[in-house]
């Protein structure tokens, strides 16, 4: 069994920080991708930010240059710091990862339970 735990959200005002983490637990052989989405009230969920087991990163058009997404394999932990929040970035935010239990397993998808972050203005 798998398990990610996020951890980091809150009430901040526009303008501020908050960092996200994520942490793995579980029967885990490896971690590829692992990504942040959030879906605000009404909204569909949307891609935040993603990074690769290389490091490799993307971002929504709408948080590049304010918000950086991180790794720590070791710890398989996934970390979102987000600078200059606007009160548009309210949403929950949820973690993901592409996770294999063995080595002839194949990837599967797990997500987290949600953190909220609100933004006020």
């Known amino acids: 069994q798998v398990q990610l735990v996020e951890s980091g959200g809150g009430l901040v005002q526009a303008g501020g920080s908050l960092r996200l983490s994520c942490a793995a637990s579980g029967i885990i052989f490896s971690i590829n991708g692992m990504a942040w989405y959030r879906q605000a009230p009404g909204k569909q969920r949307e891609l935040v930010a993603a990074?690769?087991?290389?490091?490799?990163?993307n971002y929504a058009d709408s948080v590049k240059g304010r918000f950086t997404i991180s790794r720590d394999n070791d710890k398989k932990m996934v970390h979102l710091q987000m600078d200059s929040l606007k009160p548009e970035d309210t949403a929950v935010y949820y973690c993901?990862?592409?996770?294999?239990?063995?080595?002839?397993?194949?990837?599967?998808?797990?997500w987290g339970q949600g953190t909220q972050v609100t933004v006020s203005s």
């Open positions: 990074i690769t087991s290389g490091g490799s990163t």
């Open positions: 993901s990862a592409s996770i294999r239990s063995s080595a002839i397993a194949t990837s599967k998808d797990y």
